[in-house]
């Protein structure tokens, strides 16, 4: 029905950049909130961004300046833009996306595969 597909992941030393991507494809109607997420190994999946359909932005503290959510509406795509990586922000970094469909005009939760994102010190 719908899918969403990760890209960007990688290693990276600290301090370097990378962009992460998640692009939605399939029955949609509407993408309400997008959001990425990262589980680190032995932890619990955590929020590290999301950006609402009116723009709305939010960010877990350890990333606050950081890293930066934005979105192709057009395109149904996601973005992150992370900077200044640390090691601790290694982690499987999935993409969620809160979608209404065609087929029947309700909302359902998607996720991506995951990307993996190391930091190397």
């Known amino acids: 029905q719908v899918q969403l597909v990760e890209s960007g992941g990688g290693l990276v030393q600290a301090g370097g950049s990378l962009r992460l991507s998640c692009a939605a494809s399939g029955i949609i109607l509407k993408i309400n909130k997008m959001a990425w997420y990262r589980q680190a190994p032995g932890k619990q999946r955590d929020l590290v961004a999301y950006i609402a359909d009116d723009g709305g932005i939010d960010y877990t503290d350890s990333v606050k300046g950081r890293f930066t959510i934005s979105r192709d509406n057009a395109q149904n795509t996601v973005y992150l833009q992370m900077n200044s990586l640390r090691p601790e922000d290694t982690a499987v970094y999935y993409c969620?996306?809160?979608?209404?469909?065609?087929?029947?005009?309700?909302?359902?939760?998607?996720w991506g595969q995951g990307t993996q994102v190391t930091v190397s010190s």
């Open positions: 969620y996306a809160d979608v209404v469909v065609y087929h029947d005009y309700r909302v359902y939760d998607y």
